[in-house]
């Protein structure tokens, strides 16, 4: 168990619709990471907070939008889904957020657009 | 643009023989590298890191090899358990940029 949970692990919509992935990081840690992993690929980075803050942005679409609460917290919001936006998304949390400090993954949330 | 490849999908080793995985950059600027390891229906999990001023960096059974003028970067476990069966993933980074992912190596571990 690396501390950081997710809420909730599987959702499934529909098209055009909206959805709010939860993240609630490890205790301690001010640095919050998105991370999207479609089939056979990758983890793509989206998008990373500290403390409050948006510190880094990846290849996150302009139809996702996300925050980090001041009790750390951080939800990912996903807008207008498309097919193409069914995935496993991860959250990862850090103490400081420096490049090399090691990112805690939660066990994801997986969506599926039907 | 895959700047972090690791071109084996999948590897099969025999338990106790040593398992080795290959991951190959092609940004010259990486001078982070990290591998992490995932079981079905749970995170990465951190494994083992190594900065660039290193070519060699160990923690127990696993070991991280670094050839800078080749852009390639290996995991070597041994020897290798049951438990080892994952998926792993390399990452690079640099200065403050984001953790760049590899697609992964299924390795199984055969009794």
């Known amino acids: 168990d690396s501390g950081v949970t997710q809420t909730p692990k599987h959702l499934i919509t529909a098209t055009g619709q909206r959805v709010t992935l939860r993240c609630s990081p490890r205790?301690?840690?001010?640095?919050v990471y998105w991370y999207q992993q479609s089939l056979d690929q990758g983890l793509q980075f989206l998008i990373q907070y500290y403390n409050g803050e948006e510190r880094a942005k990846g290849n996150i679409l302009e139809r996702f939008s996300a925050q980090q609460f001041p009790d750390l917290h951080s939800e990912l919001n996903l807008s207008s889904l498309e097919l193409g936006d069914s995935a496993l998304y991860f959250c990862?949390?850090?103490?400081?957020?420096?490049?090399?400090?090691?990112?805690?993954f939660g066990p994801g949330t997986r969506l599926t657009v039907l | 643009d895959q700047q972090v490849k690791q071109n084996s999908p999948s590897l099969s080793v025999q338990e106790g023989r040593i398992s080795i995985l290959n991951c190959d950059y092609t940004n010259s600027m990486f001078d982070y590298f990290l591998w992490y390891k995932k079981y079905p229906a749970e995170g990465p999990t951190f494994l083992i890191s190594i900065s660039s001023i290193k070519d060699k960096n160990e923690d127990g059974r696993f070991t991280v090899f670094l050839n800078k003028s080749a852009k390639h970067l290996s995991l070597h476990i041994v020897p290798s358990q049951p438990g080892d069966s994952a998926v792993y993933f390399c990452a690079a980074s640099f200065g403050n940029e984001k953790l760049t992912f590899g697609t992964g190596t299924r390795l199984t571990i055969i009794p």
């Open positions: 205790s301690g840690d001010l640095s």
């Open positions: 990862a949390s850090s103490v400081d957020g420096s490049y090399t400090d090691t990112q805690y």
